[in-house]
Structure formats: structure tokens, C-alpha cells
């Protein structure tokens, strides 16, 4: 796509990847993305801000050519989906800067070979001028990688966050113009990579109180014109209280597991606590992650396989345990055919979540009376522990 004006002398010039469906080999993309890199002209100097995905940088050179010189390349990140076409700018200007926090170096001369003598490092903090436009960096770690930074152009009070507040959707719009379908893709995209590190975040959140900020242009999705609402849903995200609602990710083989569900679903609710189920079978593992953001409970639902839980239940409990969201009780249930081990392996699979274990639920075959009135219980324990808690 051509280059587009963003304010004077400043344009978007990324990449829009309507077609791509996952991430890492792992975090679907329902919606597409983008790689957003931008240009600033001083009166001096030029500045890049991010490159593009490598399979994008055919065409992106193309609208590169057009560009008559670049003095610096600002990488706020050294994930390749932002750096990887960096190598094709130095070779395409020679006599380009490679400007990052000193442990983005390192990562892109591991990851890119980059030679030493094309970069310069910035402290948090530094300013450089570009004439008339003066970038400001600002180390943000954990967003999504520990180099992370951010730049502040001081003149114009933009933010270019990278990662931070970003969302993965393919589109023509430049600007937000829907942030419920924002506030979704963003919040999703928040959970499948920056939850981990929710404290580390919420200190760069605090960090960024100090700029009068009038728009947010991140490496994903949008821009945003009118950035207070993403800022304060991130700061929900990172430091507001779970919420009442349990999140359920199950997988059923011959349906005892899914009686469990079934019931123990009507049985929550009926004690006023909200129930978002994932039928790992067939979900979207990125829906399940953004829920694991507001979650207070986590129960999952597994039959017994080979002695142990189903693996794609494993699978769902490895990523909730990398996720750390900040659930406070778990409880797993489900059913087995002769005997296993699935309760141990299971609890014994969540080392990163500070959560207290409900009393599972665990039957022979089909569930009996006696396996729905623990099941009752189950649910009559989570709606308590969330009322003595005060979540909402
Ligand atoms: Fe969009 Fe962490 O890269």
C-alpha cells in the first residue's frame, strides 16, 4: 500500500496482510494484521520507525523507492515481524543508522546479523532531532520482548508504541473508526503475548503518565486519534480485579465430560457468576485467552487418556499457566473409565498461577446424582470465594 499521510512531513508506510491466518505457528489471526512502519522528515534528517514482515518486503521496497533518503532506522523491537526487513533498508541506504536500546542490538545482530557499525544505541530517555522533530525514547520492556522501547515525538505528541496497544486486524481504515471491534482485537492480542508480564506493563503505563499523548500509532492495527480509552483498558487489563465469571475449557470424548459441563454451566450461573466455555475441540485458542483475562475462576474439563488428561486439555492448562492471568481459584473436572492420574498431573501443571484449587470432580463413566451434587457444590464454592472477594 502507498505511503499515507498521517500529520505533515509524518506517514504511515507499512504493510497490510489481509491473508494471514497465524502468528508464530500458534496465535490465530481471524482478522489479518499489519506491520505499520512509519516515516518522519525533519528538515535535517529522516527517520524510519519499524520495517515490515520479511514475506512483505518485495512490495514494501517497492514504496520504499520512492522515498529519497533515510538517515535513521528506529527499531522498537526486535521481533522480525518489525525488524526483519531491516537488512533490505541499510542495504537500500547505505548510510542508515540502526537506532535501538542497547539489548535490541544484541538481539538483532543475533537474529538478523546486522554489523556492529550500523547501529546506535539510545538510553531511556535520550532525544534525537531530526530538525523540527524531536523523537523521544522510552524503554517499555516486556512489550513485547525485554529490549523494548517506544518513541515520543515531542512536537506532535504522537506516541509509536510498537506491540503496546497494538491489534492485529487487516484493514483499509488508518484510523480507529470502530473500537468495539478495536477493544476486542487489542485485548486479544494483549493476552496471547503481554499478559505474562502484567506488572512489568503496568509500570510502563505509569511511565507514559508524564507525555501528553494525543494519538497512539502502534506496529499492528489502527491508529489512535482519540488514544484515552485504549490506555485505560490496559490499565484495566493489567491491575483491575478478575471479574465474576469462570472461565470453562473442556474437551469431551463419548460425552461424560460434557454432562459435567453442561451441568456444572446452569449450576454457576444459577448461583449469578458468568460462564464463558471453551470446547477445545473447535475453539479459538486466542478467544480463550483473551477470557483468561478477566477471569476469576478457571475450571477444566478433561476425560482421563492413557492414565492422564486429554492432551488437548494439557495443552489448555500449559497455556494458562505461560499466560499467568490473574485467576485466583481453579478446579478441574471430568470423567475417567478405570483409574489415572489426570487431577495430579493437571494441578501439578499451573506452577505460575497463584490460584486456590477447588475441590475437583472426578467420576467413574457417566456421571451419577451423587457426581452432579459435587458438581453443585463446585459451583455453589466459586460463586462464595467471588462474593468474599468482592468481584463483579
Ligand atoms: Fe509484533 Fe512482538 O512483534
Redo the contacts with the bound molecule.
Sequence with gaps: MKKRKIREKIFWLGAVDWDRRLFDSLIPLPDGTS?NAYLIEGTEKTALLDTVDPPMAENWMAELSEVPKIDFIVSH?A????SGSIPRVLERFPEAKVVVSPKAKGLLIDHLRIPETRFVTVEDGETLSLGGKTLQFIYTPWV??PE?MVTYLEEEKILFS??FF?SHIATSDLFVNDPGRVYEAAKRYFAE?MMPFRSIIEKNIQKLKGYDIQMIAP??GQIYDQPAWIMDAYRDWVAGDPHNLVVLPFVSMHGSTMQMVDHLTAAIVGNGVRVERFNLAVTDIGKLAMALVDAATVVVGTPTVLAGPHPLAAYATFLANALRPKAKFLSIIGSYGWGGKTVEILAGMVPNLKVEVLAPVLCKGVPSEADFGALDRLAGAIAQKHKENGFT
Design positions: 506491520y523491537h521481533e522480525q515481524d518489525h513485547h520482548w523494548t510498537c506491540d497494538g503475548i506496529s499492528h
